[in-house]
């Protein structure tokens, strides 16, 4: 069983550019890596030295797409093994809510990784989302650390008072039992 970090985002922003950011990443309530950066569909589409080797037999090969080493991939490509596991929003559209009808300032998201944070993903976020003020925090189990991972400051709303309170480390005890 790997260890776990938790990786939670904290945006601020105008509510649509908030809307906008979760309709694109958040897929039936969970936070999908594939729409940052997306696994191959085919073989053409896949990097060389991410293609079977059948020398190699220690490979980690999906399951219809046998040419396709998967977690050599996803470790370059993410930084970890799995795409993101037991996502928690908190102040996010539901997914029939029209953007007219969201009117949130503030949201957060917080996800599970195995072994460690997907800093390609979050160091994506932070410079794509220029509209948005983005904090990155990471809790690592192994270590019983929460750390401050980095911040955009693209948004600034001098009257925006924020509390955050970090209850991750309680979540994690909750998602190994669960797991």
Known sequence: MPSWCVNTIKIRGKS?????FFKRHIIDYSFDFNTIIPEPEN???CDERFKRNPENSMLQVSKG????????WRRYHWDTKWNA???????VPAPDKKIEDYSETSCKISFYTAWSSPRTILDWILENYPDLNIEIYLFYEMTNQYLFYGE???????????IWESDESQDLDKFNKEY
């Open 65 to 72: 797409r046998e040419w396709f080493d998967w977690y050599e």
């Open 16 to 20: 649509e550019d908030i809307y906008k």
């Open 152 to 162: 955009n400051k693209g948004y600034d709303d001098d009257d925006y008072k924020s």
């Open 43 to 45: 073989e053409s589409e």
């Open 85 to 91: 596991k037991k996502t928690k929003c908190e102040n």
